[in-house]
């Protein structure tokens, strides 16, 4: 049974990026391409698929190619179809017997999911945390703002970096992520528009859209921000909020030095744009250049973090830096959608934040599989460009050719899921980019590296070249 959403042809093209381009197998591989947005989550179970005249005007294909690659991922069990009611994602184990490639196993290496194992020095802070949590059970365990202990240690760590803060300018929540949303939804309505950097973290372009708003992106290059783009598009699009990601961008990895944050600050004021900006990677410094100062832009900038990346994921706890009328706002707002973060989990992080020693060592570690998967990239792929990030979790890759969805799916086949170029940008393209992420054992990113290379071999025709091993 059909119970999922529509996704237009035109969306899915978008998502879809330069399946075809130079391949000679139209069919086949328009189906891998559909099945990688199948498993990477962009195309949930139910989701009802365009017609097939639909699809193929949205991706100037023939109706016949169209009707070929859904009798293919029918064959395999992704598609069902039924006469009146047209055709839509379905699960392969419920059917079918074919799978265009096999499905994911445990020798698979994820590098979609830029995320590590849970920080050294996390068995210590769960004991501690679970002796305090006692503490807490006098209380009722409701807070939409959060821990009292907890928010003085990360607003001492603000005025530490050298913007000060009080506890009442913090509100703990259930990540970055989750931070961005509520900002979100209190501020940018159906239509609005939001201005974002292109490329960008994927998951925030994902809740732009599902806010029904419309993200405007400026061009971030390798060498960094445009800012007359972004007076330009302040100027002419007038987005009711901007989402920035001034340290270690996701994916490029650049960081807006000070001069940079006063002029883009300037900007913002003179546009009267409320910002979030993203400090999810700022910790994963490894520490070559003085740290610029946090953003600040007068009462309208939110500034979000995260343990996710400092600590581990699974914590699930990070939080949001405005000012204090914006934050009665916000927290107020927090009332239409969750009310407050898990207690356990929040002395969880209070207690990592009172030693450096975890974040140090973390920091060592990433620095190390950087320069690992930086060795690996020029030994296996020395054709591909990059430039080397003073932190964060990622390599963004410049690619020979416009490639990167065609080598997401051969990667794919080889046991190396990668997010395509496309997956960073509003509205489709970026195909000579891929993102890496240095987020795994050295030996693991040797190995996927050996195998991306063979993918990326085999999508240029060179199937025939022997590997380095
Ligand atoms: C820029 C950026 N923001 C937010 C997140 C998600 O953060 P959290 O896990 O705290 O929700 C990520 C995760 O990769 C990210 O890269």
């Not at 859904?70 to 064959?75: A, G, P, T």
């Not at 006063?262 to 520490?287: C, I, N, S």
């Not at 932190?391 to 020979?400: D, Q």
Request: with cysteine.
């Amino acid at each position: 049974m059909n119970i999922g959403g529509r996704i237009s042809g035109q969306r899915l093209a978008v998502l879809l990026g330069s399946w075809r381009r130079g391949s000679r197998q139209g069919a086949v591989a328009l189906a891998s391409a559909i099945e990688l947005q199948v498993l990477d989550g962009h195309l949930p179970i139910g989701t009802q698929l365009p017609a097939e005249r639909e699809l193929a005007d949205a991706l100037g294909a023939s109706r016949t190619l169209i009707g070929a690659a859904l009798d293919r991922l029918r064959e395999a069990g992704l598609v069902a179809s039924r006469r009146g009611a047209g055709s839509w994602i379905t699960s392969p184990s419920s059917g079918g017997s074919a799978p265009i490639r096999s499905t994911p196993d445990t020798d698979d290496i994820d590098f979609v999911c830029a995320s590590a194992p849970a920080a050294p020095g996390m068995t210590a802070a769960v004991d501690a945390a679970r002796r305090k949590l006692v503490d807490e059970f006098a209380g009722t365990g409701y807070g939409e703002r959060g821990l009292v202990t907890l928010r003085e240690r990360i607003a001492q760590r603000y005025t530490d970096r050298g913007l000060p803060t009080s506890p009442t300018q913090i509100m703990i929540t259930n990540g970055a992520h989750h931070a961005f949303v509520l900002a979100l939804r209190m501020i940018a309505g159906p239509g609005d528009r939001v201005l974002v950097e292109q490329p960008t973290y994927p998951n925030a372009l994902e809740a732009i859209r599902a806010a029904h708003a419309l993200p405007v992106p400026v061009a971030l290059d390798r060498d960094g921000w445009d800012f007359e783009g972004i007076e330009a598009a302040l100027r002419q699009a007038a987005p009711r909020l901007a989402y920035l990601i001034l340290d270690f961008h996701n994916p490029t990895g650049l960081r807006m030095d000070d001069e940079g944050r006063q002029r883009l600050a300037a900007l913002l004021t003179k546009a009267r744009t409320p910002v979030v900006v993203d400090e999810t990677l700022v910790e994963l410094d490894f520490g070559n250049a003085v740290a610029p100062r946090p953003f600040a832009a007068g009462d309208w900038s939110i500034l979000v973090g995260s343990s996710s990346k400092s600590y581990w994921g699974g914590l699930r706890i990070g939080w949001m830096r405005a000012s204090e009328d914006l934050l009665s706002r916000l927290s107020s707002a927090r009332y239409g959608s969750d009310l407050g973060s898990p207690v356990f989990e929040q002395l969880v992080l209070s207690e990592l934040l009172i030693d450096p020693e975890p974040l140090r060592r973390r920091r060592e570690t990433v620095r190390t599989q950087r320069d690992a998967l930086a060795a690996a990239v020029r030994e296996h792929c020395p054709e591909w460009t990059f430039r080397f990030p003073d932190g964060g979790f990622w390599l963004w890759c410049k690619l020979p050719e416009p490639m990167s969805t065609r080598l997401a799916v051969a990667a794919a086949s080889r046991g190396v899921l990668l997010a395509p170029g496309s997956r960073f940008a509003a509205n489709g393209g970026l195909e000579r980019w891929i993102r890496l992420p240095f987020s795994q054992p050295p030996d693991r990113l040797d190995e996927a590296m050996r195998r991306i290379s063979l993918a990326a071999a085999s999508v240029r025709g060179e199937a025939n070249v022997v590997p380095v091993t």
